[in-house]
Nanobody, 124 residues
Framework: QVQLQESGPGLVKPSQTLSLTCTVS??????????WAWIRQPPGTGLEWMGA???????YYSPSLKSRTSISRDTSKNQFSLQLSSVTPEDTAVYYC????????????????WGQGTQVTVSS
């Protein structure tokens, strides 16, 4: 069974870059067909899909976040990472990494395995 675990700072200052890593076990991030996504949930709102990286390394981003988002991977560590630049307090959320065994989609219910989530607060 695939397991995912998010890690990274819980507090980021405004205008800085938020960086999170997802460590995957129980499966390889390069096995096809797989996609690995970042999804967040701001307080009091629903889940927001941010983007994903496919098993071949190709990436796909939410249009609303594309200019500030970068997803990359380290195949030697079986990890993938999120960078979100120029953060504001509106980026405060619980951030999840998630898996699907098909091409990445933007709906949360397409993802079958999820990390526990990590709280990130943007504040000075």
């Amino acid at each position: 069974q695939v397991q995912l675990q998010e890690s990274g700072p819980g507090l980021v200052k405004p205008s800085q870059t938020l960086s999170l890593t997802c460590t995957v076990s129980g499966g390889s991030i390069t096995t096809r067909p797989n996609a690995w996504a970042w999804i967040r949930q701001p307080p009091g709102t629903g889940l927001e899909w941010m983007g994903a990286i496919h098993n071949d390394g190709s990436t796909y981003y939410s249009p609303s976040l594309k200019s500030r988002t970068s997803i990359s991977r380290d195949t030697s560590k079986n990890q993938f990472s999120l960078q979100l630049s120029s953060v504001t307090p509106e980026d405060t959320a619980v951030y999840y990494c998630a898996h699907t065994n098909r091409r990445a989609g933007s709906r949360a219910n397409e993802y079958d395995y999820w990390g526990q989530g990590t709280q990130v607060t943007v504040s000075s």
